[in-house]
């Protein structure tokens, strides 16, 4: 089986999160016997090869971050240069990643997703839905392994059967929202910890200013 993989992301690959997540899925593609091409929207220049391989091929895959519900105006755009296929056959899937760690806020972007294969007179494939993902990339290198590995275990499960209509897929997504104590106790940890590791991260990246600064607010 080949794939032809796009990656919706607007950021380019050394800062894409979605980009580290679909390598990892992409070695566990290959350890199944599939193979796969890898577009990414960010480089307008492989916009016309995206576009041609989405119209020679029957097995497409979508990965994109979520944004506060919103689906990446970039992928957006892209999907609009796009005609219905005059055959039917194809198939599309999605891998939906977020920062957010409750599956139900993904969900809207999911319901989406579903909408758009037949748009494009193509099927729906399923979605590998994840959260929880921010700390990619500033994650050390054993927290990252911890990261991307069930997502090359997730593609090795999609190359054997190139769909995400799978038990093992639908419990990937974790735990659609927490518990209240857990709820209370994350609240508290974003407040300490998480707001320390933040400020410590935005020194690295070169901020000066408060992460809480509001300079337009009077």
């Known amino acids: 089986m080949h794939v032809v993989i796009i990656n919706g992301s607007p950021r380019t690959k050394k800062y894409s999160n979605t980009d580290k997540i679909i390598q990892a899925f992409g070695k566990g593609m290959i350890q199944s016997g599939a193979t796969y091409e890898l577009y990414s929207l960010s480089d307008r220049k492989e916009w016309e090869d995206a576009?041609?391989?989405?119209?020679t091929h029957t097995r497409i895959l979508i990965a994109l971050p979520l944004y506060v519900e919103c689906i990446p105006g970039l992928l957006l755009e892209f999907l609009e240069t796009l005609h219905k296929k005059e055959e039917n056959g194809t198939e599309i899937s999605f891998i939906l990643q977020s920062g957010f760690a409750e599956g139900c806020q993904l969900r809207c972007g999911e319901e989406f997703l579903k909408m758009l294969p037949g748009q494009l007179n193509c099927r729906y494939g399923g979605?590998?839905?994840?959260?929880?993902?921010?700390?990619?990339?500033?994650?050390?290198?054993?927290?990252?392994?911890?990261?991307?590995?069930?997502?090359?275990?997730?593609?090795e499960l999609y190359?054997?059967?190139?769909?995400?209509?799978?038990?093992?897929?639908?419990?990937f997504t974790g735990p659609e929202k927490f518990a209240f104590p857990i709820r209370i106790l994350l609240a508290f940890l974003f407040k300490t910890?998480?707001?320390?590791?933040?400020?410590?991260?935005a020194k690295a990246w070169g901020c000066t200013?408060?992460?809480?600064?509001?300079?337009y607010a009077e």
């Open 127 to 155: 979605c590998l839905v994840k959260g929880d993902n921010f700390g990619i990339r500033i994650a050390d290198d054993n927290q990252l392994e911890q990261i991307l590995t069930p997502y090359e275990k997730m593609g």
């Open 51 to 55: 576009r041609e391989a989405f119209y």
């Open 193 to 201: 910890v998480a707001k320390k590791k933040f400020i410590e991260a």
């Open 159 to 171: 190359g054997a059967c190139g769909t995400f209509e799978f038990a093992e897929a639908k419990k």
């Open 209 to 215: 200013q408060p992460l809480d600064d509001r300079p």
